[in-house]
């Protein structure tokens, strides 16, 4: 069973930056064979997509954080990455990383859809002071 662990979350000021980290283990496949994404969940919202990589190795990010955030994984350490620069109070959250979600190639373009039981971790949390 896959298990993911979060963390490198914390409060920074508006314009900082964090870099979240996700631990993979469980799984008997490297990452370069998944596809991967990251989440975040502000308080009283909806959880929404911030990133996703593809099993082929292409990364799509939410308009809301390109050209601030990159998504990067270390294959042969299991742990994915979320360098988070520019950071503004919007950003704030709880961050979750998420695998072995489904990729479509449709022509309005790529998309990832986590698998209905997740896997989930617990999340980090993030504060971005104004």
């Known amino acids: 069973q896959v298990q993911l662990v979060e963390s490198g979350g914390g409060l920074v000021q508006t314009g900082g930056s964090l870099r979240l980290s996700c631990q993979v283990s469980g799984s008997l496949f490297s990452l370069n064979a998944m596809a991967m994404a990251w989440y975040r969940q502000a308080p009283g919202k909806s959880r929404e997509q911030v990133a996703f990589?593809?099993?082929?190795?292409?990364?799509h990010y939410a308009d809301f954080v390109k050209g601030r955030f990159i998504f990067s994984r270390d294959n042969g350490k299991k742990m994915m990455y979320l360098q988070m620069n520019g950071l503004q109070p919007e950003d704030s959250g709880t961050y979750y990383c998420n695998v072995n979600g489904r990729v479509d190639y449709l022509s309005t373009g790529v998309t990832y859809t986590p698998q209905d039981l997740g896997p989930w971790g617990r999340g980090t949390q993030v504060a971005v002071s104004s």
């Open positions: 990589f593809t099993s082929a190795g292409s990364v």
